[in-house]
């Protein structure tokens, strides 16, 4: 996987964040009956139509696409709620509001394969886009605040695909203050690892014999 080169740099690209966050529940209405599907990561079913029920949303995908079911859009994924949300963001510069974890990917991945589900997609849309947005830039806007004296920066309610982002710069922005500030400590810390393990003086040795 991407950045496995560096593990002090964790990074996932935008497919790879996608993919954990297919696993997330959502809520599908099937047209059809079908026994449960027991998989390694649970049992999901029966299906019977009209009747809605829980599923992963790569699941809920897979039946979409084969025309099985229409795909319940979440509840934060409504005009109202979408404009609250967004209005909030705005009055409280230096404050994320709650939103799944994975709302980036997962309203991607509705409007990939389900917009015909989502009421107002359009509308809809353009609010997701206009939230994160206003949260890529409170994130830019945090980041220049980084001092030498900063020793650790939290962001509550950060989305996956946002800490993906903003991990990166922050760990290297970091390790560029300790280096300028204390290049000595530093050094020191690397000599010491970089020294071997000295080997304890347990006396002379004795030869093995055969009996």
Not at 98 to 115: G, Q, T
Not at 182 to 210: E, F, H, K, N, W
Request: charged share 30%.
């Amino acid at each position: 996987m991407a950045g496995q080169s560096d593990p002090h740099l964790s990074i996932f690209s935008p497919s790879e964040v996608e993919f954990v966050a297919e696993d997330e529940i959502v809520d599908i209405v099937p047209n059809i009956r079908m026994d449960a599907l027991n998989m390694i990561c649970g049992d999901f079913g029966p299906f019977y139509p009209q009747i809605p029920t829980k599923v992963p949303l790569w699941l809920a995908v897979a039946l979409k696409k084969r025309g099985k079911c229409t795909i319940r859009t979440p509840d934060w994924m409504t005009v109202d709620r979408l404009t609250q949300v967004l209005e909030a963001e705005r009055e409280s510069p230096r404050e994320f509001q709650p939103l799944p974890f994975h709302y980036i990917e997962i309203s991607k991945l509705l409007f990939d394969h389900a917009r015909d589900d989502i009421s107002d997609a359009y509308l809809v849309r353009s609010l997701i886009e206009d939230i994160r947005d206003v949260r890529f830039h409170k994130v830019e806007t945090g980041l220049e605040t980084i001092s030498g004296r900063t020793h650790a920066v939290k962001l509550k309610n950060l989305s996956a695909m946002e800490v993906n982002i903003v991990r990166p710069f922050m760990v290297r922005t970091l390790q560029a203050f300790y280096k300028h500030d204390s290049p000595q400590m530093i050094q020191q810390a690397d000599t010491t690892g970089s020294r071997p393990t000295p080997v304890t003086d347990r006396g002379p040795r004795r030869d093995l014999r055969r009996r």
